[in-house]
């Protein structure tokens, strides 16, 4: 069972105390704390280990956005659910690597989904081998979850990217260096600045015109490119010498 510390982050005091009822009522919360600004939040955080931030993106002053880019930067940033009544904002939301975007006036079941979603993007400490490891996707604007060991490579889009599996896609709402920290414990390389590779669907490197390498994978038939500089490293993480 979850113990979360969470945090809700809303300059209204009723929104602040309906948001800390409805994740009391969860049994993987822990505590809850409330911050009425982006600068008591930043505190807070700094301060306590903050597991969860709910947090409104316009406040006075200092948004909720700019806080969301400020824990970025940090080595262990809280999860991220951004809570609004305006839904315009969600595709920035997802580009600051959010978790959940909930709009107002929140529910219980809601908030629920979003927790579920925390726990479902955490490290399984009791769970060692990879194929129970999970990824949130999306197909045909439906969200899912895939096995990460049916993963053959990821491919950037813009500020998304794109999860191919032996016979299906999916659009991952995740920068590419996110899924390359979190993928790589997994037995995933970073190939290319566009390209993440499953190491095991490997079967052949391979060089094309002016000095370029490829991979062919096993389970899909589009090669992927090996960037000049990612070269070395890749050849040193298939065991490959010359």
């Known amino acids: 069972m979850n113990s979360w510390k969470v945090l809700t982050v809303d300059d209204e005091p009723p929104i602040r105390a309906e948001?800390?009822?409805l994740l009391e009522q969860d049994a993987r919360v822990a505590e809850v704390q409330e911050a009425g600004s982006v600068s008591a939040a930043m505190l807070a955080i700094l301060e306590n280990q903050i597991d969860i931030v709910f947090l409104d993106?316009?406040?006075p002053g200092t948004s909720g956005m700019q806080l969301a880019e400020f824990l970025q930067?940090?080595?262990?940033?809280?999860?991220?659910?951004?809570?609004?009544?305006?839904?315009?904002?969600?595709a920035d939301a997802y580009n600051l690597d959010a978790v959940d975007y909930v709009l107002k006036p929140v529910e219980l079941d809601r908030v629920e989904h979003a927790l579920d979603k925390v726990e479902a993007l955490q490290p399984q400490p009791h769970k060692a081998t990879t194929t129970e490891s999970r990824m949130l996707v999306e197909q045909d604007n439906k969200?899912?979850?895939?096995?990460?060991?049916?993963?053959?490579?990821?491919?950037?889009?813009?500020?998304y990217a794109n999860?191919?599996?032996k016979n299906n896609s999916y659009l991952v709402k995740s920068s590419m260096g996110a899924l390359e920290e979190r993928l790589a414990s997994e037995g995933f390389i970073r190939v290319h600045k566009s390209f993440i590779v499953n190491k095991r669907q490997v079967c052949k490197i391979h060089a094309i015109e002016h000095g370029l390498l490829e991979l062919s994978l096993h389970d899909r038939q589009e090669t992927v490119p090996i960037s000049r500089r990612k070269a070395a490293f890749v050849k040193a993480e298939l065991g490959i010498t010359s």
Do not use: D, W
Request: glycine content about 2%.
């Open 19 to 21: 948001l800390r009822y």
């Open 57 to 59: 993106i316009s406040m």
């Open 73 to 90: 930067n940090l080595t262990n940033p809280p999860a991220v659910v951004f809570v609004t009544a305006y839904a315009e904002f969600a």
């Open 143 to 159: 969200q899912t979850y895939i096995l990460t060991n049916t993963i053959v490579y990821v491919e950037a889009r813009g500020n």
């Open 163 to 165: 999860v191919y599996t």
